[in-house]
């Protein structure tokens, strides 16, 4: 286990701040967040490139605050691939061990086995100037795994492929993970990426880590604004609960809606678009919105249609409709009901705007 117990770091203007953080041996961790939020000194500290101001890290129930870089058994490999222009693909895989005086023979069978894990045989002669981005990170996927780590770091290790390599590379890495069984820790301002690589997903936000959990709890059940924003969900709301006649009543704006909650006072809300529904008469037993549509948009599976129910709400449908009396596609302009399930709503407190 990797281990981070109230970890902080100032840089100049940038603070990390108590980082409480435990990755499981084994697991495939993913910090997500956007660009300065301190993914990458978290990961450089760690690293022990940055010596915390305070706190401690440990790895395997051992303290290695104070160790320097070359004694905690890291792989590191960065966005820019970090290679060495002079040297061609063999001598960069070999770097580390020959700065480790490893024997020959015994980097050469290393080398071996993590070309054969990477597929890039033919590389060993090219210099890196001649390789496309894909190949450029394989090799600094090697010349990292080539030392056999007990930690592997990833700082946005596929922000500078195009889209098609991005994604045949989230396979490699998922590959690679599963063959070495390294515990791996890969930063990232993508969700897409982190949910089909991560076991668990930590969200930071100015230097503090706002939420931890596996992609589905991230998605499903956000924790903040900033988290809910970030990922990209529709019908993200701040407002607050109100006592109403013995019932709950969510308020946002111009948008009513009865929960059954324990909240009370300001709340953010999340009214997952594919659970809620559209019908073009009220219906009974569940809280029902009256509105009309403002725009319909055909997806591949599904249709995305906008509806104005005191605020705009989007929700995703069947193509053809066919739900609660719908027998075709919705049209702007027509009135309409939006059905909003329990099953649709997501509420939690709320301490920024």
């Known amino acids: 286990m990797l281990k981070l117990v109230g970890v902080n770091k100032r840089l100049g203007e940038f603070h990390l701040r108590d980082i409480d953080l435990a990755v ?26 940055y010596p915390p101001d305070a706190g401690r890290i440990f790895f395997a129930g051992k303290e290695i605050t104070c ?4 004694e905690r058994r890291i792989g590191f490999v960065y966005q820019d691939y970090a290679l060495f222009p002079h ?8 770097f580390g061990l020959k700065s480790r ?19 890039i045989g033919h590389l060993l002669a090219r210099n890196p100037s001649t390789l496309s981005g894909g190949e450029q990170q394989r090799v600094a996927l090697a010349r990292a795994l080539v030392t056999e780590p007990q930690i592997f770091l990833l700082d946005e290790p596929l922000s500078a492929l195009d889209p098609r390599t991005r994604e045949g590379f989230q396979r490699e890495l998922q ?34 880590l706002v939420q931890v959990g596996s992609p589905e709890e991230i998605f499903y059940r956000p924790s903040s604004l900033f988290t809910a924003r970030f990922v990209g969900l529709r019908n993200v709301f701040a407002g607050e609960v109100l006592e109403a006649k013995g019932h709950r009543l969510f308020r946002a704006g111009r948008l009513e809606l009865a929960v059954e909650t324990g909240f009370t006072g300001p ?4 009214l997952h678009p594919e659970h809620l529904q559209l019908s ?17 948009y055909r997806r591949r599976f599904y249709l995305e249609v906008m509806v104005d129910a005191g605020e705009e709400l989007v929700l995703w449908i069947p193509p053809a409709g066919h739900e609660h009396g719908f027998h075709r596609p919705p049209q702007v302009g027509e009135k309409v009901w939006c059905v909003i399930p329990p099953a649709a709503v997501h509420l939690f407190p709320r301490s920024e705007d």
């Open 280 to 296: 073009p008469t009220p219906t009974g037993g569940t809280t029902c919105l009256p509105g009309r549509v403002t725009a319909v």
């Open 267 to 270: 709340v953010g809300c999340v």
């Open 175 to 208: 590959r690679i993970h599963r063959a070495t069984g390294t515990l791996t820790v890969h930063v990232t301002h993508d969700f897409a990426e982190a949910a089909f690589l991560a076991d668990r997903i930590a969200v930071m936000q100015r230097g503090r």
């Open 24 to 49: 499981l041996p084994g697991e495939y961790f993913v910090i997500l967040g956007p660009t300065g939020s301190g993914k990458t000194v978290l990961l450089e500290t760690i690293a022990g490139m």
């Open 67 to 70: 160790l320097p870089p070359e």
């Open 101 to 119: 005086k490893i024997p020959a023979a015994a980097r050469e069978g290393k080398l071996g086995e993590v070309v054969q894990l990477l597929g």
């Open 87 to 94: 040297l061609d693909v063999r001598q960069n895989i070999l």
